[in-house]
Nanobody, 128 residues
């Protein structure tokens, strides 16, 4: 897909934390709906969190509330996903997605958003 690069995944024990990073091109990042979703082979994509980078408004899936935090860094054209208290069921490939062309308002930007482009993904494996 290009223009979105994720990093930060890896193996972690249950209860541990990881911080995923997504670096985007400036045109993709600015005033856009950018978020995270995950997928396990054979299962449907699952939205996690989204942020509209124009004002930082964020939305979370129910399972993510209280454990995951999405944030942004305008200077780095980056969106992050801080994941705490990880569980084995969080094991998945994690993707950063963005709308293309950019979504010009926060309305409709939520954790269920179906992005037009995404990166190559970063694997998160949580062991019990």
């Amino acid at each position: 897909q290009g223009q979105l690069v994720e990093s930060g995944g890896g193996p972690v024990q249950a209860g541990g934390s990881l911080r995923l990073s997504c670096v985007a091109s400036k045109s993709t990042y600015s005033n856009n709906c950018v978020g995270w979703f995950r997928q396990v082979p054979g299962k449907a994509r699952e939205g996690i969190a989204a942020i509209w980078t124009g004002d930082g408004s964020a939305h979370y899936a129910e399972f993510a509330k209280g454990r995951f935090t999405i944030s942004q860094d305008n200077a780095k054209n980056s969106v992050y996903l801080q994941m705490n208290n990880l569980k084995p069921e969080d094991t998945a490939m994690y993707y950063c997605g963005a709308e293309d062309p950019p979504l010009p308002h926060a309305f409709l930007c939520d954790e269920k958003y179906r992005y037009q482009k995404w990166g190559q993904g970063t694997q998160v494996t949580v062991s019990s």
